[in-house]
């Protein structure tokens, strides 16, 4: 059974810096690439960064470019986010997502919170 | 970036009438479209892939169709579980992106 485990939100002031991880398993970790997407309280769900199975190939929505940084650990099967100078607009669940055969999400996390607020 | 629009923002539904939900394209993503439910504190799960392909699991009254531009998810009879909020995502292109959600509430 794939299960993904978020971890690492929480409040952080605004221009602070967070990382995420996501903790895979029941899979072969490093043959698909993920993303992660986020959804701001009350809204729809937006695209933030995906990376591919071999972590050579990365992919930021423009909302975070020059701030967010997705990466991976295959020996760890674990998938990472570092947010640097976050906002307010920046909070947010945000959602590890397992790619298929394509860009689309057959498996997804719980998600983890993150608050940006002074 | 391909904007994604979803119509109705909302549909009122009773149990067992067919519900069907819109999703539009900016510009051509071919079949590479997907199909999410989401239900209130849950993450989203997979219905559709490759615009009328069902994931694994998914009952055979969700159905997609469509190419292109305009594509269609169809619930044939309502079941008390399928009130939710659906998206829909395009992965034709970079960045990828999702519709603004169609609610689906009891009638």
């Known amino acids: 059974e794939v299960q993904l485990l978020e971890s690492g939100g929480g409040l952080v002031q605004p221009g602070g810096s967070l990382r995420l991880s996501c903790a895979a398993s029941g899979f072969t970790f490093s043959s698909y690439g993920i993303s992660w997407v986020r959804q701001a309280p009350g809204k729809g769900l937006e695209w933030v960064s995906a990376?591919?199975?071999?972590?050579?190939?990365?992919y930021h929505a423009d909302s975070v470019k020059g701030r967010f940084t997705i990466s991976r650990d295959n020996s760890k099967n674990t998938l990472y986010l570092q947010m640097n100078s976050l906002r307010a607009e920046d909070t947010a669940t945000y959602y590890c997502a397992k790619g298929s055969s394509n860009w689309y999400f057959d498996s997804w996390g719980q998600g983890t919170l993150v608050t940006v607020s002074s | 970036e391909i904007v994604m629009t979803q119509s109705p923002a909302t549909l009122s539904v009773s149990p067992g009438e067919r519900a069907t939900l819109s999703c539009r394209a900016s510009q051509s993503v071919s079949s590479n479209l997907a199909w999410y439910q989401q239900k209130r504190g849950q993450a989203p799960r997979l219905l559709i892939y490759?615009?009328?392909t069902r994931a694994t699991g998914i009952p055979a009254r969700f159905s997609g169709s469509g190419s292109g531009t305009e594509f269609t998810l169809t619930i044939s009879s309502l079941q008390s579980e399928d009130f939710a909020v659906y998206y829909c995502?395009?992965?034709?292109?970079?960045?990828?992106?999702f519709g603004g959600g169609t609610k689906v509430e009891i009638k």
């Open positions: 490759g615009a009328s």
């Open positions: 995502q395009q992965y034709n292109n970079w960045p990828l992106t």
């Open positions: 990376i591919s199975g071999s972590g050579g190939n990365t």
